[in-house]
């Protein structure tokens, strides 16, 4: 468990922020840009002192103010991997990776050199000088490098911040695999929502310095704090489901979801495994009647449980779909036409080509 309660003021802006978060696993600080996020991580890592609170890792004390503990950094066993690399430039792959080594000293060893190569696809770049490596190969060799000092702790401030849209598809499976293989519990700092998706077991939401809600995805998603944050388009609801069919001359696969079941777009996923999914609202389809004649592959029987309005003059419909939770946003037209109430029966409709997979293979739900 990781348990921070922490207050930072400085001119302008005020840190107060409260969470606890099961580890090993994936923990998002999600918010805005100036939010707080890169604060509180660094007081997380000891290179910022709060003016009051406490740093909790497992059963050590980081940080006490009360108590006047303060863990020097380099004795927290925390590795620190920033939006720029900071390799050390006058060494090639293999001199960053062995400097790793050498700061882990006597520390209880987690993961070796060669599992490190092989686990981020380093083997073809050992010889390679930095600026001789993609921005994606400089954050995997960063990665590399803090796994090898044997961290009890991993920080990701934002590390696929500084790279393009093509290196970041690079380094998000290393990630993935990292979360999904290793027992090494993360931070990971973002203000992009689709990487939170991808990866976080765990969300903080963080808007002015302030925690606004925290919780495992699928329960966060369904916040109207988070519906604040990140507006009408990303508006959604995130499920778990099982790979219980392929079809790879398709491309799709059938997702048991609750008691029903949704064919989406995937590939290269084995029969059995566990995928997030998020469903946005803007993509689900609302009717009161059987639809036939349709290209849409998902027509799941369903229940209205709430209908709210949002702050774009629309509105949010909350549905039970075989014991999960969907939203729909439709307009307040649509809203009288259907004359829809809690508790009404519709049936929900949703492309294969709308949904977002990702799989997620770690062996316990967060």
Not at 33 to 49: D, P
Not at 52 to 73: K, P
Not at 137 to 149: C, D, I, P, S
Not at 225 to 242: I, R, W, Y
């Amino acid at each position: 468990m990781l348990q921070v309660s922490v207050v930072r003021k400085r001119p302008g802006f005020c840190l107060e922020a409260t969470f606890a978060a099961p580890t090993p696993g994936i923990i998002a600080l999600f918010g805005r840009s100036g939010s707080g996020k890169t604060t509180l991580v660094n007081i997380i890592s000891g290179l910022l002192a709060p003016d009051a609170g406490e740093v909790r890792l497992d059963d050590q004390v980081l940080t006490d103010s009360g108590a006047g503990i303060a863990v020097a950094v380099e004795r927290r066993r925390i590795g620190y991997v920033f939006q720029d690399a900071r390799l050390f430039p006058h060494l090639n792959v293999a001199g960053n990776l062995r400097y790793g080594e050498r700061r882990a000293r006597a520390a209880r060893q987690v993961i070796g050199f060669d599992e490190v190569v092989t686990l981020l696809g380093l083997a073809q770049l050992l010889r390679r000088r930095c600026r001789e490596l993609s921005g994606g190969e400089r954050q995997r060799v960063a990665l590399g490098r803090a796994l090898l000092a044997q961290p009890r702790l991993l920080l990701l401030d934002e590390p696929l911040a500084s790279i393009d849209a093509a290196r970041r598809e690079e380094v998000l499976p290393y990630l993935e695999a990292l979360r999904d293989q290793l027992a090494i519990p993360m931070v990971y700092v973002s203000h992009q929502f689709d990487e939170v998706l991808r990866l976080a077991t765990h969300v903080v939401l963080l808007e002015a310095g302030r925690v606004l809600a925290q919780g495992p995805v699928n329960e966060v998603s369904l916040r109207p704090e988070l519906q604040s944050v990140v507006g009408p388009d990303l508006v959604g609801a995130v499920l778990e489901g099982v790979v219980v069919r392929l079809d790879p001359d398709s491309g799709s696969a059938d997702l048991a979801v609750g008691t029903g079941t949704l064919q989406v777009s995937l590939r290269d996923v084995p029969l059995g495994s566990r995928v997030r999914l998020q469903l946005l609202a803007r993509d689900v389809i609302l009717a009161t009647q059987p639809v036939q004649g349709l290209s849409v592959r998902n027509a799941l029987a369903s229940t209205v449980t709430a209908i709210s309005n949002d702050d774009y003059g629309a509105v949010l419909v909350r549905l039970d779909v075989g014991g999960e939770t969907v939203l729909a946003r439709i307009t307040q037209n649509a809203l009288r036409a259907l004359n829809l109430r809690p508790g009404d029966a519709v049936w929900t409709l949703v492309k294969a080509v709308s949904t977002r997979g990702h799989a997620f293979r770690l062996a316990a739900g967060p």
